[in-house]
């Protein structure tokens, strides 16, 4: 129960994106040099000049679906003063005694000071680190789904023509099968992403098209016992069409163990997507991606600043270890023999 609550959750922030985020701009990618790598809980004074020309107001679905751009410039400063209605202010990282610290605005075009807190600090760029966890969920969730919809398309058609029709067709399936299968699945996704070139979508397919080997070993198997059974014998006697034996008849009882090996597909489609981006080969920046996230700041590991690295490692294990509970739990309800007893 934990584990479904958990991956709820996670889509929840994944599908409301940027109307949650502390930083909505687009990938959560507002950078301030000056406060890179400052620690979880930090907070500063943002001050914010206003453009002269005001951008559009974004719809709510556009807002979380792509974020928005900030409504002015965000100065993060340490001291204000205001005279003449003129705000002058001193600048965060601003060293004691330069000129070039200070810097003043008219009060027309400027909103006074909010303070900003980093909950889990910034990264070297000066981004919020915990915006680009909770964006980086729809990476992972995305290819997780995409790919897993890729593999049973796949896998649930070339399985059932293989285990209705036996034979040359049969064998034909079988072998290509059992080629994918030899070949080391990084190694071949790795292969395919060259092929497609490095981009968000990309990913997706390289995934999906590696993993709808399971899907159809599986498939075959239950449709070469099933397709023996009375009431395929009846349903061809009436003179039903093969499509409608399969997906009428067969497929409603292959889908529970089809449905298990999905959720561990889902996990292993998650672990694929982020040891791609770690390779670089996944999704490219300014994107947030776990793996990408890892990547960046893994060298931070042996300063004072691991948990750049051990956060978005937390997030990667936490949801993989969700979707294999769920996976467990969906095997033991729909067994009918841990059901009996």
């Not at 990282?93 to 605005?105: E, L, R, S, T, Y």
Request: with cysteine; hydrophobic share 50%.
């Amino acid at each position: 129960m934990g584990a479904l609550i958990f991956i709820g959750l996670t889509t929840l922030i994944a599908c409301l994106g940027y109307l949650i985020t502390p930083d909505s701009t687009p990938y959560s990618n507002d950078q301030y040099l000056e406060l890179g790598l400052k620690k979880p809980g930090f907070s500063v004074w943002m001050l914010t000049i206003k453009e002269e020309s005001q951008k559009e107001t974004s719809g709510l679905f556009t807002l979380i679906v792509k974020g928005r751009e900030n409504a002015g410039r965000y100065i993060p400063v340490r001291a204000w003063t205001i005279k003449n209605k003129t705000i002058y202010y001193v600048i965060y990282d601003a060293v004691p005694g330069d000129p070039a610290g200070i810097g003043f605005a008219p009060l027309s075009r400027v909103e006074m000071p909010v303070k900003k807190r980093f909950w889990f600090g910034a990264d070297r760029f000066g981004r919020d680190f915990l915006s680009q966890l909770m964006i980086g969920t729809r990476v992972s969730l995305s290819v997780g789904l995409i790919s897993v919809v890729i593999s049973l398309l796949i896998g649930i058609t070339l399985g059932a023509i293989g285990g209705y029709y036996r034979g040359r067709i049969d064998s034909l399936i079988v072998w290509l099968i059992n080629v994918v299968w030899s070949i080391p699945t990084l190694l071949l996704v790795i292969a395919i992403t060259f092929a497609l070139g490095k981009g968000f979508w990309q990913v997706f397919i390289a995934v999906g098209l590696t993993m709808w080997v399971e899907v159809a070993r599986v498939v075959r198997g239950q449709i070469l016992s099933i397709r023996e059974k009375e009431y395929v014998e009846a349903a061809r006697a009436l003179g039903f069409s093969d499509f409608r034996i399969i997906f009428n008849h067969i497929l409603p009882n292959v889908m529970a163990a089809v449905i298990v090996i999905s959720a561990a597909n889902f996990a292993s489609a998650i672990l694929m997507e982020a040891g791609l981006s770690f390779l670089g080969l996944g999704v490219q920046p300014p994107v947030p991606s776990w793996g990408s996230m890892i990547k960046e700041n893994y060298g931070y590991i042996v300063l004072d600043y691991a948990y750049l690295a051990v956060f978005p490692g937390i997030a990667i294990m936490l949801i993989v270890l969700a979707f294999m509970l769920v996976g467990n739990a969906l095997r033991d309800a729909l067994d009918v023999r841990m059901s009996e007893a």
